[in-house]
């Protein structure tokens, strides 16, 4: 089944730091099958805390967003996102 990875960005720590993860993880999808749904748009927070940025991305099984996660081309590029915002990340299967 489809798996989304919800990336919700609460706030920018370190712009220098955050342009670097942006860079390494435009590239760290290669290899993996992987869709845009939301990629920092306009939004609006209904309830919660509010979001600074929102992307969702979808693989098509649990497994294939956590090889991704996990790739070695991500795992470089996480620390540069970790230093340079605060973020939820949320692993979500879908209905099918």
């Keep these: 089944m489809t798996a989304y990875v919800i990336f919700i960005r609460d706030a ?6 955050f342009a670097t993860y942006g860079k390494m993880a435009a590239t760290a999808g290669a290899g993996h099958t992987m869709t845009p749904h939301v990629f920092y748009g306009p939004l609006e927070t209904l309830e919660g805390a509010e979001a600074e940025g929102v992307v969702i991305v979808s693989f098509p099984t ?15 590029a996480l620390p540069y996102r970790l230093k340079g ?12």
């Design 62 to 76: 649990m497994e294939e967003a956590k090889a991704w996660y996990n790739s070695p081309a991500y795992q470089a």
């Design 12 to 17: 920018i720590t370190d712009a220098e730091s």
């Design 85 to 96: 915002a605060e973020y939820r990340v949320i692993l979500a299967q879908g209905l099918g």
